[in-house]
């Protein structure tokens, strides 16, 4: 069983920072990239950020580039995802998730996911 867990959501005003972590434990995989997606209310989940386990290549969505950022510990087998410059049309559930297929954003082939922290940023 793979497991993984968000922290560092919360409620920031706009301009302000947060840094997600997702931590991933339980059985080992060999995972080819680990990603950030986001869900607001009544939209679909999107695609934020991703980051290929092995090479450390990322991929971005549009609306993200140069405020947000994807590194990794794999001493710690962590993912975090540095958010600056909120906009409050960032407010949202914030998922973490792990693909063995060869995907950057592909929704649909990320296997596993963790249970979501929310993120508020107000205006």
């Known amino acids: 069983q793979v497991q993984l867990v968000e922290s560092g959501g919360g409620l920031v005003q706009a301009g302000g920072s947060l840094r997600l972590s997702c931590a991933a434990s339980?059985?080992?995989?060999?995972?080819?990239?680990m990603g950030w997606f986001r869900q607001a209310p009544g939209k679909a989940r999107e695609f934020v950020a991703s980051?290929?386990?092995?090479?450390?290549?990322?991929a971005y969505t549009d609306s993200v580039k140069g405020r947000f950022t994807i590194s990794r510990d794999n001493a710690k087998k962590t993912v975090y995802l540095q958010m600056n410059s909120l906009k409050p049309e960032d407010t949202a559930v914030y998922y973490c998730?792990?693909?063995?297929?060869?995907?950057?954003?592909?929704?649909?082939?990320?296997?596993?996911w963790g249970q979501g922290t929310q993120v508020t940023v107000s205006s």
């Open positions: 980051m290929t386990w092995s090479e450390g290549r990322t």
């Open positions: 998730a792990a693909t063995t297929i060869a995907t950057i954003d592909r929704i649909e082939l990320y296997q596993y």
């Open positions: 339980g059985r080992t995989f060999s995972r080819y990239a």
